[in-house]
């Protein structure tokens, strides 16, 4: 960012620039970063013809950005005008997730780098999950067909293309352009002076999928540096891309994770000085006093825009591919924001009866109930098997929306309704194997440290309880004696007054405690029927005739009644976050 801080912004007459961000994603190895180099070469200089110093400058790529300019394709209005693709490319894995969870705001084009002779890869697979979440369109580019025979290879590219199109044919990218390239003929060993294969025809189709994306100036500023680093005599510079609102010169803007809020002095876009920038921008934003090292990658903000949260409550979704249960109590990496820290979930849904309501968008209603579960509810899931038989709508349907409430490990910093993704990282790269497991959008931080006591009562998560004993023996007409529903060293005081059933159809209520072995009076307030009465008491011969030969058969009657004892149901609700443990009854 050289030159002086007065800056400059294009004049009316000069001609509009529109910047549309491509994310380069693909399996590690499948030739992103030869792509993009390819790409900004090619386009700068077929476009511009411009000095070689400035076509070497052109290609920023120890930040992951290149661009590549080209002038306006009609279909994006009136000239004069130019194109500029800014080329995200995301190394690796880790960061992939990070660079593309500040949402669908940083990238607005996919390319999908696909290795021709290797086909679909795990890594691949993820790419295209993440793309299906984040972002609207996509191109997919078969690279390195130099490796495939020449006779041969338009064969292979259709065959690959095919199987390419299947893939996507379930995905919303279904139908996407397909076209195959050589970014570096000869791989990276190659000389410099080797042009690439089909890179002039893919930048054409980059051009034919470009569009108009719908940037918004409003709300508060926030940006995500890639890049920060000094320049001698100006101040620190940090490089990034406008996630939301907008910023111009002047303004003060915060560095939450250090509580630091600075000046912005000057500001640079792609080597010209500008004044203002906003959502869907990349630019550089130059501050004094500040050391770069403190901050690498990272997020700057609209003073106190920003919440730093312990916990929180999102709307989620599954990942399709992701092989085995999303568990209650499971530890999984979760990206909020720009940061991805360890945190446990704890899955809810809305009650039964709620389960086919309208979904709630970017809201969390307290007032209503929910209730816990086991894991995430999803066809062939335990828990939805056991909802069917518990199931008040008797549908055995699934809800709608589900929750979970996420317990982070360490805090962090995002912005309100951010992207949540929740992955196992710790899975085997090489495994054939989805790590990402669900998303969702973030509903309701919670900052206070205390949030177990000051904030999770007001959620009214509940778990359906079921006990079970049997009837030991009739006191009278009105009372029983039941057994084996409570442990010796309970405390039965807590449940006297509550409701339970027997299994021959009479309703009861638990009176109090009968001697010290966890046994307990029931009292039936119609009346046992006659049928229970007798049924209850047939057991008894057995004691007084045993012994005798002639009354086995007898035996063996009162051994079939003895083992279908009656049984005691005892329902009831408990609130997860009841500090009280309260049971109630509907």
Same mark, same amino acid.
């Given at each position: ?9 294009? $004049? ?21 970063? %030869? ?12 476009? =511009? ?31 004069? &005008?130019?194109?500029?693709?800014? #080329? ?5 894995? %880790? ?23 290797? @086909? ?58 397909? %076209? ?5 003929? &000869? ?7 080797? /042009? ?48 939301? &609102? ?5 303004? /003060? ?40 090292? #403190? ?94 038989? /518990?199931?008040?709508?008797?549908? @055995? ?57 000051? =904030? ?12 079970? @004993? ?26 006297? $007054? ?6 021959? @159809? ?6 109090? $405690? ?48 003895? %083992? ?7 329902? =009831? ?14």
């Amino acid at each position: 960012m050289a030159g002086s801080a007065a800056v400059a912004a294009p $004049g009316p007459s000069a001609p509009r620039r529109l910047n549309v961000n491509v994310g380069v994603l693909g399996h590690i190895d499948s030739g992103k970063t %030869a792509l993009a180099r390819a790409l900004s070469t090619t386009g700068s200089t077929a476009a =511009f013809d411009r000095a070689p110093q400035s076509r070497a400058r052109g290609i920023t790529l120890d930040l992951g950005f290149s661009c590549l300019r080209t002038p306006l394709p009609p279909h994006l209005g009136p000239g004069p &005008g130019e194109l500029q693709l800014t #080329l995200v490319d995301c190394p690796g894995h %880790a960061s992939l997730i990070r660079t593309i969870i500040g949402g669908a705001q940083i990238i607005d084009l996919m390319m999908l780098v696909i290795d021709v002779t290797k @086909g679909m890869q795990t890594q691949s697979a993820e790419c295209l999950v993440i793309g299906q979440i984040a972002c609207q369109k996509m191109v997919v580019v078969l690279n390195k067909i130099d490796l495939l025979p020449e006779g041969k290879r338009q064969a292979a590219i259709e065959k690959m293309t095919k199987k390419m199109q299947k893939t996507l044919e379930n995905t919303k990218f279904q139908g996407c352009p397909i %076209a195959a390239v050589a970014a570096k003929p &000869g791989g990276p060993e190659a000389p410099e002076t080797v /042009n690439p294969l089909g890179v002039s025809e893919l930048i054409e189709v980059l051009k034919s999928q470009a569009y108009l994306p719908t940037r918004d100036p409003m709300g508060p500023f926030l940006m995500a540096i890639d890049h920060c680093f000094s320049i001698k005599g100006q101040g620190t510079v940090m490089t990034g891309t406008v996630l939301s &609102g907008s910023v111009s010169l002047g303004d /003060n803007v915060e560095i939450p994770a250090l509580k630091v809020t600075k000046k912005v002095k000057s500001m640079q876009m792609f080597h010209t000085p500008v004044t203002y920038a906003m959502q869907g921008d990349r630019v550089g934003v130059c501050v004094t006093q500040f050391d770069p090292k #403190l901050l690498e990658r990272g997020l700057i903000c609209t003073p106190e825009s920003l919440q730093t949260i312990h916990a929180a409550i999102i709307s989620l979704k599954k990942i399709q591919y992701f092989r085995g249960a999303l568990q209650t109590k499971a530890k999984f990496h979760i990206t909020v924001g720009h940061e991805t820290v360890m945190g446990k979930v704890m899955f809810f849904s809305p009650a039964p009866a709620d389960f086919s309501k309208e979904p709630l968008e970017n809201a969390f209603d307290f007032e209503k109930e929910y209730l816990y579960q086991e894991e995430y509810l999803s066809k062939g899931s335990k828990s939805s098997e056991e909802n069917k038989e /518990n199931d008040q709508t008797g549908e @055995g349907q699934l809800p709608r929306q589900q929750w979970a409430l996420l317990e982070f490990e360490k805090p962090v910093t995002c912005p309100k309704f951010c992207l949540v993704i929740g992955s196992k990282l710790d899975t085997d790269i090489h495994a054939n194997t989805c790590r990402l497991a669900f998303h969702g959008i973030l509903l309701q931080g919670m900052e206070d440290k205390n949030y177990v006591e000051t =904030f999770l009562p007001k959620l009214k998560m509940y778990k359906l309880k079921h006990k079970e @004993g049997q009837v030991e023996r009739v006191l009278d007409d009105y009372s029983v004696i039941g057994r084996s529903l409570f442990k010796k060293e309970t405390n039965i005081q807590i449940f006297v $007054g509550l409701k339970v059933k027997l299994s021959t @159809g009479e309703e009861g209520v638990i009176e109090g $405690g009968f001697g010290q072995s966890g046994k307990f009076k029931i009292r039936i307030p119609n009346g046992l029927k006659p049928d229970t009465k007798v049924f209850l008491t047939v057991p008894s011969k057995k004691k007084s005739k045993a012994g005798k030969g002639d009354t086995a058969k007898e035996d063996e009657s009162s051994k079939v009644d003895s %083992a279908q004892p009656v049984t005691v149901s005892l329902l =009831f609700k408990r609130y997860v976050f009841d500090t009280q443990k309260k049971m109630i009854q509907s």
